[in-house]
């Protein structure tokens, strides 16, 4: 059964840039939400996905947007990149809803260099 | 609002030696507890979980109690080993189905 898994691993990209990442969630999970760690820090929340709508989001711009798609896998776009993006991107996958207690399956994450 | 504090790290420990890693909480009704752990160049694991008070988590040797009256949850491993040497992060969830508060992080580096 494979886990959380987010493509790419890691990606440089130049101020004013538009990036795109991807998480294919854990078998059976139908939410998923983004974070971004920044170094020596713990993630913070961007936003969550499930059934293919944004139902919750941080305290992150308008430049940080989002899609869920059918099969519940997930993208994480953001616009205009600037320096202070350079992070590790989080994306966490879990039953949502009807899951109990909501135990988030984290992936290894994409290290976005931002130069 | 809701938010995690943890102890200041870097943590360096001898091989065998009691672990603590301190973690309060602020936050409003009850929330689930979490203590997740990440390896150099991984994502987070979970390492284990209460979703009530005075409930007590455990995995791998570590432990951890959920403390209302206190708002802790810290985390203790008796005897430590060079394979623990890892990140720690202490989280919290209000509810099911939201998002995830998490502290900072303790590094913990054990020498053998």
């Known amino acids: 059964d494979a886990g959380v898994t987010q493509s790419p691993t890691h990606l440089i990209k130049t101020r004013g840039q538009q990036v795109t990442l991807r998480c294919s969630p854990k078998s059976g999970h139908d939410t998923v939400s983004w974070y971004q760690q920044a170094l020596g820090q713990g993630p913070q929340f961007i936003f969550q996905y499930y059934e293919e709508e944004e139902r919750q989001r941080g305290n992150f711009p308008d430049r940080f947007s989002g899609h869920q798609f059918p099969n519940y896998s997930s993208e994480l776009n953001v616009n205009a990149l600037l320096l202070g993006d350079s992070a590790l991107y989080l994306c966490a996958s879990s039953l949502g809803l009807a899951g109990g207690v909501d135990i988030q399956y984290f992936g290894a994450g994409t290290r976005l260099s931002v130069l | 609002g809701n938010s995690v504090t943890q102890m200041e790290g870097p943590v360096t420990l001898s091989e065998e030696a009691f672990l603590t890693i301190n973690c309060t909480y602020t936050?409003?009704?009850?929330?689930?507890l979490f203590w997740y752990v990440q390896y150099p160049g991984e994502g987070l694991q979970l390492l284990l979980k209460?979703?009530?008070?005075?409930d007590k988590g455990s995995n791998k040797g570590f432990e951890a109690t959920y403390r209302k009256e206190t708002t802790s949850f810290h985390l203790e491993k008796g005897s430590v080993q060079v394979s623990d040497s890892a990140v720690y992060f202490c989280a919290l969830s209000k509810n099911t189905g939201n998002q995830f508060y998490f502290g900072t992080g303790t590094s913990l580096t054990v020498i053998p």
């Open positions: 936050a409003t009704g009850y929330p689930s």
């Open positions: 209460a979703t009530k008070a005075d």
